[in-house]
């Protein structure tokens, strides 16, 4: 649960979130549009079933539009799936790796600010500073 939280905070700092908002609402409006256009496409579900497939460019092929509108809203549908499927994943990894970046500088920093009190240091923490070091050997070699 805490992931999706994570992802929504991002999503919705980053801005992708209204542009989410408004795929879902295009995937809504254009199931109410074919179901009004198709004759193959009787209920909304229908609608947005076909539109989920369509957008995720699945496309199972147990509905069929066959007007030129139903054509041209299965064109636009696919297009932005793609879109979605393409930048969401891309704006979460970026900004992970951004935040992971962030977090590597403060505890780059607080390292060194503890090496800059070196003589002040317990020897509770001079060993927490030696095991830290042991770690980061052993993360480098693994590399």
């Given at each position: 649960?805490?992931?999706?939280?994570r992802?929504?905070?991002?999503?919705?700092?980053?801005?992708?979130?209204?542009?989410?908002?408004?795929?879902?609402?295009?995937l809504?409006?254009a199931?109410?549009?074919?179901?009004?256009?198709?004759?193959?496409?009787?209920?909304?579900?229908?609608?947005?079933?076909?539109c989920?497939?369509?957008?995720?460019?699945?496309?199972?092929?147990d509905?069929?539009v066959?007007?030129g509108?139903?054509?041209?809203?299965?064109?636009?549908?696919a297009?932005?799936?793609?879109?979605m499927?393409?930048?969401?994943?891309g704006?979460?990894?970026?900004?992970?790796?951004?935040?992971?970046?962030?977090?590597e500088?403060?505890?780059?920093?607080?390292?060194?600010?503890?090496?800059?009190?070196?003589?002040?240091?317990?020897?509770?923490?001079?060993?927490?500073?030696?095991?830290r070091?042991?770690?980061?050997?052993k993360?480098?070699?693994?590399?």
């Amino acid at each position: 649960m805490k992931a999706w939280k994570r992802c929504y905070k991002v999503l919705r700092r980053t801005g992708t979130l209204k542009i989410f908002i408004s795929f879902l609402l295009f995937l809504c409006a254009a199931a109410a549009a074919l179901t009004v256009l198709e004759p193959d496409i009787d209920t909304f579900g229908d609608g947005l079933w076909y539109c989920f497939v369509a957008a995720t460019t699945i496309g199972f092929g147990d509905l069929c539009v066959t007007t030129g509108l139903g054509r041209i809203i299965t064109v636009f549908t696919a297009m932005y799936g793609i879109l979605m499927t393409a930048m969401v994943p891309g704006v979460v990894v970026s900004y992970y790796m951004e935040y992971l970046k962030i977090r590597e500088k403060e505890t780059i920093s607080i390292f060194l600010e503890k090496l800059e009190r070196l003589p002040e240091l317990s020897k509770e923490e001079l060993e927490q500073i030696s095991q830290r070091v042991r770690e980061f050997d052993k993360k480098k070699l693994n590399k």
